[in-house]
Nanobody, 124 residues
């Protein structure tokens, strides 16, 4: 069993930055591939970024490449999403997810545990 708790969301102006954190507990964190997803009102949940258990492999959706960075600190059982140059279209609830495999995944169905989400709002 893995418990995930996100934090760091909030309201920011376009062009600003936020760093989301996801604290994990319950089993060996470094064996879990992790991902960030988001869901805007009226839209389906979409992939944002993923990272392997070791942190050696990361992947991003095209619209956030060069602006967002996913990272992890296995000693702290925490995964991060640094978001820079935020745009109004980044507004969504952001979810952290964990999977049994140590590899990351683009697909929400590939994850076994989810956090409760944290709201990110970017004003224009």
């Amino acid at each position: 069993q893995v418990q995930l708790v996100e934090s760091g969301g909030g309201l920011v102006q376009a062009g600003g930055s936020l760093r989301l954190s996801c604290a994990a507990s319950g089993r060996t964190f470094s064996s879990n591939g992790m991902g960030w997803f988001r869901q805007a009102p009226g839209k389906e949940r979409e992939f944002v970024a993923t990272i392997s258990g070791s942190g050696g492999n990361t992947y991003y959706r095209d619209s956030v490449k060069g602006r967002f960075t996913i990272s992890r600190d296995n000693a702290k059982n925490t995964v991060y999403l640094q978001m820079n140059s935020l745009k109004p279209e980044d507004t969504a609830v952001y979810y952290c997810a964990a999977r049994y495999s140590s590899r990351g995944s683009y697909y929400s169905t590939g994850y076994d545990y989810w956090g409760q989400g944290t709201q990110v709002t970017v004003s224009s």
